[in-house]
């Protein structure tokens, strides 16, 4: 009985052989395959969620600066009011440094342009992520829309940081 008992645990020590090891690499191969692809989707979603993030906090600082600092307008008043950025220049329209001092945080590899109308009345956003290459155009917000277009901004001077 021992001898029995002992000659099924030699054969059981064997080991893989060529062909268990691989399929076992080839069921990895396919799982890595399937997961690849949906992992990179997965950035450029996150890349795509970083533009919008950006555009809608420069539109709520570019609709604090107009009530506070631009009297209604998106443009610096003349004379400059004491509630402005100072430095600010009377006259020039909004700015980045404006939207930061109206509490907006660049976001990292995130370029926003921000546009100003002649009459000061309407503000276009337009951000692009460093990273993204994907098919769609620069995302955009505009104000009289009050969300974002697909067109792109014409309506004057651009600031960009």
Not at 101 to 128: H, I, K, M, Q, S
Not at 137 to 149: K, L, T, V, Y
Request: glycine letters at 8%; hydrophobic letters at 40%; one cysteine or more.
């Amino acid at each position: 009985m021992f001898q029995r008992f002992h000659e099924m645990r030699e054969r059981d020590e064997r080991g893989f052989t060529l062909i268990e090891l691989l399929v076992v690499i080839l069921i990895i191969a396919i799982l890595a395959a399937i997961a690849i692809p949906v992992f990179l989707r997965q950035r450029e979603k996150g890349w795509i969620a970083a533009m919008e993030s950006s555009l809608k906090d420069a539109a709520t600082a570019a609709e604090s600066f107009a009530t506070g600092c631009g009297n209604g307008s998106y443009t610096v008043p003349d004379p400059v009011a004491d509630n402005c950025r100072a430095g600010a220049t009377a006259g020039a329209d909004i700015s980045l440094d404006d939207l930061q001092d109206e509490g907006w945080n660049p976001t990292a590899e995130v370029d926003l342009t921000v546009t100003v109308d002649a009459t000061g009345d309407r503000y276009c956003l337009e951000a692009v992520h460093d990273r993204y290459e994907g098919d769609e155009e620069p995302m955009r917000f505009d104000s009289s829309e009050g969300q974002p277009i697909s067109d792109p901004c014409t309506l004057g001077a651009t600031t960009t940081i």
